[in-house]
């Protein structure tokens, strides 16, 4: 399958009273086409930033993000109304990102209304077949948000953002405010989208059993870097990262007979606020030396396609 995405060196910094805040530090990735990149990591990773920077909601520090092999990093206005067609954004809060004056058809109609050129009937067909796809009865055409569950909410901030056919969608903790029974309902419905209309995932979230289910590929990202890179199944059967192998020693176990050690992180979370030289997982990593507060780990390929940063990837 071909790359839909490549991104090169990317970084996004923030100028702070305190500094500069490396939200995205030079993050190298591809996706393919019609796969599913799960981006996952603790709150304050830089996961949602690089999502916003993705799909230039936020405009990068430095790097390239090549989309089908263009460099859409310093685009037009004209190329980036074009491309607001192809890349599109769900948020985590359904209720928070919908404007609670508009129906559900002006909410799902708005994004064609705003790139133009969409006859009235065109909008039309769209707006009711794009809620019959995410399973919204056409009778909830003029009701407002907040007469709506929370499932429902988010079905019509699915539709929103697929109703202009996009092929890259980045999904940023899509799941995260829901109830547990409709999490499951949302994710099946975002899969069988994906199956039918073969577009490609950001999936953003800090839950590995949601990551696990979705992604084809999975991203680990600590302060702002990616600290492990491998297809889903490889992370999940060896996780070779310190960082990595603390959080899915938190996973629930399935089989009650399998006992794993949970890894308790300890130390202070480094500040993303100049961060200087060294790994940045070093306070917390309990195989920490002395290089590892001097030197950054560079990214070694420890298998074919498994990526990791630490000075002993494969010897913990
Ligand atoms: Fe731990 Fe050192 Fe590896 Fe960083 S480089 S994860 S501190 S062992």
């Known amino acids: 399958m ?4 490549e991104v090169k060196h990317l970084k996004k910094y923030f100028d702070v009273s305190a500094g500069t805040l490396h939200a995205v530090d030079d ?31 936020l405009e990068s520090t430095d790097g390239q993000i090549l989309y089908k092999g263009e460099d859409i990093t310093r685009v037009n206005s004209k190329r980036l109304t074009q491309l607001r067609h192809d890349m599109q954004i769900i948020f985590q809060d359904p209720f928070a990102s919908l404007n609670p004056r508009m129906t559900i058809y002006q909410t799902i109609a708005e994004p064609m209304q705003i790139a ?30 907040h007469e709506l569950d929370g499932g429902r909410r988010q079905r019509i901030g699915i539709a929103r953002a697929l109703v202009m056919d996009p092929k890259f969608v980045v999904c940023d903790e899509p799941v995260s405010a829901l ?27 800090h839950d590995l059993m949601v990551v696990k ?28 990262h310190p960082y990595t192998q603390a959080l899915l020693s938190a996973v629930p176990q399935p089989d009650i007979h399998k006992k794993t050690e949970r890894i308790i992180m300890k130390g202070e979370i ?12 070093a306070a ?11 030197e950054s780990p560079a990214l070694r390929e420890t298998k074919p396609g498994h990526i990791v940063a630490c000075h002993f990837a494969g010897e913990l």
């Open 270 to 281: 480094k500040s993303p606020i100049d961060p200087g030289p060294g790994c940045r997982f």
């Open 213 to 240: 289910y979705i992604s084809d590929k999975i991203m680990v990202m600590y302060l702002g870097q990616m600290v492990e890179f491998a297809d889903n199944d490889e992370l999940f059967a060896a996780p070779t």
């Open 116 to 145: 133009g050129g969409y006859s009235k009937q065109q909008i039309n067909e769209n707006v009711y077949k794009m809620m019959d796809t995410v399973g919204l009865a056409r009778r909830l055409a003029n009701a407002y948000p």
């Open 179 to 205: 109830d547990v029974s409709i999490q499951a309902q949302i994710i099946n419905l975002l899969l069988d989208i994906q199956e039918e209309r073969k577009i490609t995932y950001v999936f953003i979230t």
């Open 2 to 5: 071909a790359d839909i995405l």
């Open 284 to 294: 917390r990593c309990p195989y920490a030396k002395d290089i590892c507060r001097q």
């Open 27 to 57: 993050l190298n990735f591809h996706i393919e086409e019609g796969t599913t990149l799960g981006v996952v990591g603790e709150s304050g990773c830089g996961k949602s930033t690089l999502g916003r920077v993705l799909i230039h909601l």
